[in-house]
């Protein structure tokens, strides 16, 4: 984060230390939204779109849930179980990807 702080205070004409407190308490909020919205999620339903984490013109955070499963093993042919896991995914908005030419 040391790059994007140093150049946010540059820009903003303040101390890398303040602009590190602010993108650090942007980082705990988004954080801290999935994590409060997929609470919310285990005990209603929600839909995909109210469980993202958007940031404007940027992207939006989101958990996607991956259910247990076996999977097989060529090497040594055995099935094994997986556990169930939850990762953090990232999806650019359009904009985004076209300012950087991705699409």
């Given at each position: 984060?040391?790059?994007?702080?140093?150049?946010?205070?540059?820009?903003?004409?303040?101390?890398?230390?303040?602009v590190q407190n602010v993108v650090s308490i942007i980082f705990e909020e988004i954080e801290s939204?999935?994590?409060?919205?997929?609470?919310?999620h285990q005990k209603q339903t929600l839909s995909p779109k109210e469980r993202e984490v958007l940031i404007k013109n940027f992207g939006s955070f989101f958990i996607v849930s991956r259910p247990a499963r076996q999977i097989y093993i060529p090497g040594t042919h055995e099935q094994v179980s997986t556990e169930p896991i939850k990762e953090i995914h990232f999806r650019p908005f359009l904009a985004l990807k076209e300012r950087m030419g991705l699409t």
């Open positions: 984060m040391n790059e994007i702080t140093q150049r946010i205070a540059k820009r903003l004409q303040l101390s890398d230390e303040e939204l999935l994590v409060q919205k997929e609470k919310s």
